[in-house]
């Protein structure tokens, strides 16, 4: 049986919903956030020593990584759906797409989280105009500048075909819902990208993403 180690609010709602659209059983094992930190419960590194979120075991494996997940599920379940055949170009822009959600999209959106919260968190009044100052200073020299940049070819790419990979609904579509959602969230994603609002609008309209909300629980991105 698959056990998906989900802690709220977090990636692992993405492997909920592939296992749905596969039609896979599988077990939820569930952790909570600190209500402060926001960090992921010690229990979680009991599953994997880097304690995040998302982490499944099967049987006597155990992997991390929401990327790495996918391609396993995909490869030992998947029987050839939600992947492109190889060797065709869909299959490399699935490729392309699978990584570019984890090793670009996200780092600048995490950064924008981590400076927006130096920017109200908690700090003695003193230190304030400094931190302010330096926020807001890497926030608009680098961090958006790169998001907006990241937003605009996404945007581009989803007017020439109605998915990541090509016409049809693949994983890759999965993987790249999170950084659209956090963008939508928390990263001036708005009705001035209308393909890339209309995929989210698409994504949340499947049967498969509703019910792996049903079973997951809580879907709040932090913001
Ligand atoms: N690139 C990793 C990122 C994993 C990650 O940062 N997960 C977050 C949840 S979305 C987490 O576990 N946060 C809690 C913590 O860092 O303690 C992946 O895609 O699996």
């Not at 569930?30 to 402060?36: G, I, K, M």
Request: proline share 7%; charged share 25%.
């Amino acid at each position: 049986m698959i056990i998906v180690h989900h802690l709220n609010n977090s990636r692992s709602q993405r492997l909920l919903w592939l296992l749905e659209e596969l039609g896979l059983e599988y077990e939820i094992r569930r952790y909570q956030r600190d209500p402060q930190t926001m960090l992921a419960p010690a229990s979680l590194r009991e599953v994997h020593p880097l304690g995040k979120s998302p982490v499944i075991t099967d049987g006597e494996t155990t992997l991390a990584e929401s990327g790495a997940i996918m391609e396993y599920l995909i490869e030992r379940y998947g029987a050839g759906r939600l992947i492109p055949p190889a060797g065709t170009p869909e299959r490399l822009r699935y490729t392309y797409w699978m990584h570019f959600a984890e090793g670009s999209a996200m780092p600048p959106l995490v950064m924008k989280l981590i400076f927006d919260r130096m920017e109200t968190g908690p700090m003695p009044f003193f230190v304030r105009p400094v931190a302010r100052g330096i926020a807001g200073r890497v926030k608009k020299g680098f961090i958006e500048p790169n998001i907006n940049r990241q937003l605009d070819f996404m945007e581009a790419e989803l007017s020439k075909c109605a998915w990541f990979a090509g016409s049809e609904f693949t994983a890759a579509d999965i993987q790249m819902s999170f950084p659209l959602e956090a963008a939508a969230a928390r990263g001036g994603l708005d009705a001035s990208r209308p393909k890339l609002m209309d995929f989210l609008g698409r994504i949340h309209a499947r049967e498969p993403y509703r019910a792996a909300l049903e079973r997951g629980g809580e879907f709040k991105l932090l913001s």
